[in-house]
């Protein structure tokens, strides 16, 4: 089974810009998808963004254009660049890996956007 273990969260005035990763245990080109999640107090866990193995991602509304995920298979890691933060991104963010055979969670790394 694939370990993730996401990094990169922080403190981080509005405005301003964070790059999370996520580092796989073992070879990510066998998730059929990877993704981001974010998990607000006394929300439900939420999409961010995902990419297929073949590269193609999509974005939840409230971050198109400001969010970014890619990934790197030959470092097995996933990425999510965030730019132009706002306090409404405050949230803990859960890398994810899914396939057929496994569903992969990290354990989630907390981003706070706050003056």
């Known amino acids: 089974q694939v370990q993730l273990v996401e990094s990169g969260g922080g403190l981080v005035q509005p405005g301003g810009s964070l790059r999370l990763s996520c580092a796989a245990s073992?070879?990510?080109?066998?998730?059929?998808?990877m993704g981001w999640y974010r998990q607000a107090p006394g929300q439900q866990r939420e999409v961010v963004a995902r990419?297929?193995?073949?590269?193609?991602?999509n974005y939840a509304d409230s971050v198109k254009g400001r969010f970014s995920i890619s990934k790197d298979v030959a470092k097995n890691t996933l990425f999510l660049q965030m730019n132009s933060l706002k306090p409404e991104d405050t949230a803990v963010y859960y890398c994810?890996?899914?396939?057929?055979?496994?569903?992969?969670w990290g354990q989630g790394t907390q981003v706070t956007v706050s003056s």
């Open positions: 994810n890996g899914a396939s057929v055979r496994n569903n992969a």
């Open positions: 073992g070879n990510i080109f066998g998730f059929d998808t």
């Open positions: 990419i297929t193995r073949g590269g193609r991602s």
